[in-house]
């Protein structure tokens, strides 16, 4: 099975308004042949942002290199990788913010001075020599842009902020990407993966994965071969995965079911609703969160996060779990 990434801007679903500024900033370097600016993608995982950093890559014919901040962790191992890049490369730092300060430091005169400053001894007898680095791009990515320090933030001048996908921009991708993995998929069935994607390229590839296993082990046909997913087998794939009409996983449910249970529906804390749901602050906040406010059946408010109207309602069809009226003033305050 070959992996699915694309190469070019055109083959890119979504983002539009950043596609069409990055196609300006890639069309205005060809033409100077100049560096590309450097660049800050913020936006959760699995939203493209490595994608997009190999485009403007294979786009402007330049040599991309890919590291992470958890590599980074030491200002000579940074130096080195510095000192290695040519002129024109790419230096891709997935997870920026997870640098040190000194690293994060070190990087201020290297991307505006293309310059690296290193100290020579300890105390009254270390001295600063500069070294001349040669002009580079270096193309940041975060999902908390706040962990960066603002210096380093001023210092790029591309900034693009990554949305979570539509699921009609969804479906689109899972089938182009089940052609290129040999099944072929209805519209309707891949807009019911999409709903379950959760706004995610990255989950809704995992989801065409499964799919993919789960046909081939039906069928007993070749992977060679392109194959039909009729509808009975993609219900069955859904009702193996307990993904609802929703779009709903189980996880999904057991953070409705912990809000309207252990906490009467909210206000209640990100941190105290995550642990009580089984599943890290974090992945509530990047994964499940921005679906179940998206389908309208939770809502962050100054207090903490509540269960909507909407919430309530669909708790009580799927659990029969009794509406109560009193629960309506939590929308109207």
Not at 260 to 283: C, H, Q, R, W
């Amino acid at each position: 099975m070959v992996y699915y990434r694309p190469c070019v801007l055109d083959e890119f679903i979504g983002q539009k308004r950043i596609k069409d500024e990055l196609s300006v900033y890639i069309s205005s370097v060809k033409k100077r042949n100049d560096i590309f600016p450097h660049t800050f993608f913020i936006g959760a995982p699995g939203l493209g942002k490595t994608t997009l950093a190999r485009i403007i890559a294979y786009e402007l014919k330049r040599d991309l290199k890919i590291t992470s901040g958890p590599i980074l962790d030491k200002t000579g191992t940074l130096a080195a990788v510095l000192t290695n890049l040519k002129e024109g490369n790419i230096l891709f730092i997935d997870e920026i913010h997870r640098m040190p300060k000194p690293c994060q430091e070190i990087l201020y005169t290297a991307m505006e001075d293309f310059a690296l400053d290193i100290v020579i001894g300890k105390g009254n007898t270390g001295k600063t020599i500069r070294l001349a680095l040669p002009k580079f791009t270096l193309i940041g990515a975060t999902n908390k842009p706040n962990l960066c320090l603002a210096p380093l933030r001023d210092r790029f001048q591309l900034t693009f902020k990554l949305n979570y996908y539509k699921d009609e921009e969804l479906r689109d991708i899972i089938i182009k990407v089940s052609k290129n993995w040999g099944l072929e998929i209805e519209k309707d069935s891949a807009l019911k993966l999409a709903r379950a994607s959760k706004g995610i390229p990255r989950q809704a590839l995992n989801l065409v994965r499964r799919l993919r296993e789960f046909v081939l082990l039906n069928s007993g046909e070749s992977d060679k071969r392109l194959l039909k997913v009729s509808f009975q087998e993609f219900e069955r794939f859904l009702k193996l995965l307990d993904i609802d009409e929703w779009g709903l996983t189980p996880e999904d449910r057991k953070c409705l079911l912990t809000l309207y249970k252990d906490f009467n529906g909210g206000p209640v804390g990100l941190t105290s609703l995550a642990l009580s749901a089984d599943i890290t602050p974090e992945e509530f906040e990047i994964i499940y969160e921005p679906a179940l406010i998206r389908l309208g059946l939770i809502a962050r408010t100054k207090r903490g996060r509540i269960l909507t109207q909407k919430g309530y309602l669909y708790l009580k069809e799927k659990f029969n779990i009794p509406y109560k009226e009193e629960t309506q003033c939590l929308f109207s305050s």
